[in-house]
């Protein structure tokens, strides 16, 4: 039987703890989006603050991994962030269509982080592993691709 190393080990905790979070979260998503109008507005700053606090966990856990996409990583949380921050007036003034299209907005970001993070993580393993290696880094480009394979399964990524 083969056995990891540390650093292997360290990124597989750092991934399910990653995963663990976005799993949580789409959990909270889906609660919201089937609560009545005045329970989504209620709710909606709520998971705002949700979503913060997790991309915030995730960024931490990013940093300690050595992940090689980090800073492409947090432009695409501060770019969801800015959108639920933006669209949050409007949300509390009760235009829930807006609320509940945010929401699945939210929720496809969440797919497609979930499925880059992972690729990138195993990049971060690499590196790890191998002390002065070079670990492909998860490009823009590579990123597209994600979106495509995502958009053409039907929004959905694997490992939800």
Do not use: Y
């Amino acid at each position: 039987m083969m056995r990891s190393n540390g650093s292997d080990g360290r990124v597989h905790v750092i991934g399910s703890a990653m995963r663990h979070a976005r799993k949580m979260l789409c959990a909270r998503i889906g609660q919201l989006a089937g609560l009545p109008d005045d329970a989504f507005i209620a709710s909606w700053p709520l998971l705002v603050a949700e979503v913060e606090a997790v991309f915030r966990h995730e960024e931490t856990l990013m940093e300690c991994s050595g992940h090689g996409n980090l800073q492409a990583h947090l432009a695409d949380n501060a770019l969801a962030l800015c959108a639920l921050h933006r669209v949050t007036p409007r949300i509390e003034d009760g235009d829930t269509a807006l609320g509940r299209e945010a929401l699945g907005a939210l929720d496809a970001i969440l797919s497609l982080h979930r499925f880059t993070a992972d690729l990138a993580l195993v990049g971060a393993g690499a590196r790890l592993r191998r002390p002065g290696g070079s670990a492909a880094r998860f490009a823009r480009h590579d990123r597209i691709t994600a979106v495509q394979i995502v958009v053409r399964s039907g929004g959905k990524a694997s490992g939800r």
